[in-house]
Nanobody, 121 residues
Framework: QVQLVESGGGLVQSGGSLRLSCTAS????????MGWYRQAPGKQRELVAA???????SYADSVKGRFTISRDIANNIVSLQMSSLNAEDTAVYYC???????????????WGQGTQVTVSP
């Protein structure tokens, strides 16, 4: 079992910045991919940013150029630096980790409890 604990959410004004952190209970170097998802009220959960075990990153079009995902492997932390925030970024943000569990490529995913990010106009 893996525990993921998020921190760093809160209330920020439009145009401001926040940094989210996700601390894992085991070495993140073992995960195939780690990412941040978000879910706004009435909307589906969406992938915001991800980083693979090889260090490749990917972003949703809506956050490209504004959000940056990074890893601190020594401390088992994945962070999401968010800047130029706007009201559309308001959501609960979830940390996610994915690990390959067999040679066929089956995966298992783990989720954090979520942290609220609210951007005021």
């Amino acid at each position: 079992q893996v525990q993921l604990v998020e921190s760093g959410g809160g209330l920020v004004q439009s145009g401001g910045s926040l940094r989210l952190s996700c601390t894992a209970s085991r070495s993140i170097s073992r995960f195939d991919r780690m990412g941040w998802y978000r879910q706004a009220p009435g909307k589906q959960r969406e992938l915001v940013a991800a980083v693979t075990s090889g260090g490749s990153t990917s972003y949703a079009d809506s956050v490209k150029g504004r959000f940056t995902i990074s890893r601190d492997i020594a401390n088992n932390i994945v962070s999401l630096q968010m800047s130029s925030l706007n009201a559309e970024d308001t959501a609960v943000y979830y940390c996610n980790s994915r690990i390959v569990v067999n040679v066929e490529g089956a995966t298992r995913e783990y989720w954090g409890q979520g942290t609220q990010v609210t951007v005021s106009p």
